[in-house]
């Protein structure tokens, strides 16, 4: 068994440069996943002097380790965003789904892209009788928005249903693949291994410590999945983060279709095709990551469902009124961020691409006021805020749990409280035992052989390096 997404089996031997130079351009790009390069390729096209940075290899983070849908079908987002924030704001959302759908589709059409892209019938479904009414609500929604939509009560996957929404014009495919196009296509503007360690402002541009040289830009991006810095954004009380439980299996044949439940425990699936071999891509379990007590757990719910080549987990940004934050959070419009998807990454860090784009041309977009991070605050919103607030206490306090798992002993060494693994070898693995972004407690995830934090979703490898933030520094001990 593998503990790594499918899509990070990609072959790809190319090696991408880092910064080594002080640089002056117009716009910096941070995060290499589906906004940053969806990003990158609407300035481009428009010839806007700009570089992508990624601190690790893009893709890699939240991009490549998920289940890879392109849908406007999503849950029963509607009818939240609808009681939420009204029927307007949930209606512009779907058209806002749709036009990066069908946008996706015409890149990888007009540029040929090798993606393994297929057209699927995706479904929304429920086992439960207390849930058929918001399929029945989501479907009504839909109809009443000419959208091309069937209600069903039998579906072509191995799933109880009592009721089902089926539409026919949603994809898959392979997000590393996608990716990859762009960065052989843009490979002077881009830079892996390239952290952004700190910027301020400075007149009329940001000066970017990157790699410890100078990098001057009008316009700074941060399309990482969790911007590392609270000023203007004060995600903590606006989201929290989900933690999901996927696997990979060998199945005879691919099936043009995706679908995922309203349900909980939540259900997502789809199929791949990879090298005339067919794979179940499932989803089983998605957690309040300040609620996870332990990994093993939810592995075990996945791997009693047998035959599982690859396992791993994936972190999701979930808004307290289901809306994407895509827009400027300074006085002066130039400190860009895009994050908070609630796990519908493809179309909405597409739609970033042309948000930020629009947004830095000064050009009219409709989707520009709905996305922006500045936006009112309701009853409902203000007590999922609150409650939000109270997760991320909660897990500052997780470290505690770790005491339960046999291979790792907490101590301090040298006043530093460190948590101590020891694998399968016997090897000792010392890392500190707080995040370094806001000192919240990391749990280990002993499949993937990680370090997590449950309160903003960074993650370090097994000795300690961030490999995901918001966090921007190790949790090595030396």
Known sequence: MKNKSIWEELDNNFKMQSIDKDLDIDVLIVGGGITGISVLHQLMLNKIKCVLIDRNKCGYGTTGKSTAKITYLQEDIYGKIKDTLGEKIAQEYLKSQICAVELIQDIVEEYKIDCDFRKVSSYIFTNKNENIKLIQNEYEFLKDRKVEAGLVKEVPFNEECKLAIKVGDTYTFNPLKYIDYFKKLYQSQIYENSKLESFRKVNDYYECLVNGKIVKC????????????????????????????????????????????????????????????????????????????????????????????????????????????????????????????????FTNGTMAGLVIKDTILNNYNPFISLFKPKRGINFKKLKRGLEDGYGNIKAIVKSNNNVNNKNIVGKTIDGKKVWIYKDDMGKEHIVLSKCPHLKCGIVFNETEKTWECLCHGSRFDIDGKCINGPSNYDITFK
């Not at 911007?227 to 996927?246: A, C, G």
């Not at 309040?288 to 035959?307: C, M, Q, V």
């Not at 972190?315 to 934050?325: A, F, G």
């Open 218 to 345: 009008k316009y700074l991006v941060i399309a990482t999945h969790y911007p590392y810095f609270l000023k203007n954004v004060m995600l903590p009380i606006k989201s929290y983060i989900e933690t999901s439980f996927i696997g990979a299996k060998k199945v005879k044949e691919e099936k043009l279709i995706s679908a995922i439940n309203v349900d909980n425990p939540t259900i997502s699936l789809r199929y791949y095709q990879n090298k005339d071999i067919n794979y179940l891509i499932y989803l089983l379990n998605s957690k309040k990551s300040a609620n996870i007590e332990d990994f093993k757990t939810y592995f075990k719910d996945l791997k009693d469902k047998g035959g599982f080549t690859y396992l791993w987990t994936n972190n999701d940004i979930i808004t307290n009124d289901y809306m994407p934050l895509i827009g400027t959070i300074d006085k002066d419009n130039s400190l860009i961020i895009a994050t908070g998807y609630n796990t519908w990454g």
